[in-house]
T-cell receptor, first 113, second 109 residues
């Protein structure tokens, strides 16, 4: 069990550029979640997948954000036309089909300059 | 809307000085309450899940308890390696977690 992995760990981009993050869940975990965390705050839910189906999206997820999980394995989160307010830690988590515990990856730290 | 409030925001302890962290919550239909530990620059690390009032769980120097309105995380005889931010989260029906802002614990040797 190698845990949830995320790539890249750090990303610095200029305002207006597009960025894409990848998450690889723990094997056999069919649920995958994306959260965003800003300094001094707890993680905020963005979206969640069960297998390849995106079942819930937060109001925080504007039209500039899109997430996919094409084959029910890894997932990508894309942010288009980045803004300075998008600077945050983007966390991915996964869980087993019948469990509620979510296991988090190390996160991708995004800095928009 | 689900609400989770953690107190205090920060806690400085001497090694061996036991203390408690509080997590008060309002949620429509609690499925579970979760405690996580987060080290700087890392993702949250799962500690406990509590499902019903009266439930208690322990792991090394940590003990979590749950009532209908709040949860406590007790740290007994802490060591410097217990220094971290402790996050509380609630899960209503569904699968998303709603987190509090966390309590940052610093344990001095």
């Amino acid at each position: 069990d190698t845990g949830v992995s995320q790539d890249p760990r750090h990303k610095i981009t200029k305002r207006g550029q597009n960025v894409t993050f990848r998450c690889d869940p723990i094997s056999e975990h069919n649920r995958l979640y994306w959260y965003r965390q800003t300094l001094g705050q707890g993680p905020e839910f963005l979206t969640y997948f069960q297998n390849e189906a995106q079942l819930e999206k937060s109001r925080l997820l504007s039209d500039r954000f899109s997430a996919e999980r094409p084959k029910g394995s890894f997932s990508t989160l894309e942010i288009q036309r980045t803004e300075q307010g998008d600077s945050a830690m983007y966390l991915c988590a996964s869980s087993l089909p019948l469990d509620y515990e979510q296991y988090f990856g190390p996160g991708t730290r995004l800095t928009v300059t | 809307e689900d609400q989770v409030t953690q107190s205090p925001e920060a806690l400085r302890l001497q090694e061996g000085e036991s203390s408690s962290l509080n997590c008060s919550y309002t949620v429509s239909g609690l499925r579970g309450l979760f405690w996580y530990r987060q080290d700087p620059g890392k993702g949250p690390e799962f500690l406990f899940t509590l499902y019903s009032a009266g439930e208690e769980k322990e792991k090394e120097r940590l003990k979590a308890t749950l009532t209908k309105k709040e949860s406590f995380l007790h740290i007994t005889a802490p060591k410097p390696e217990d220094s971290a931010t402790y996050l509380c989260a609630v899960q209503p029906p569904g699968y998303k977690l709603s987190f509090g802002a966390g309590t940052t614990v610093t344990v001095r040797a």
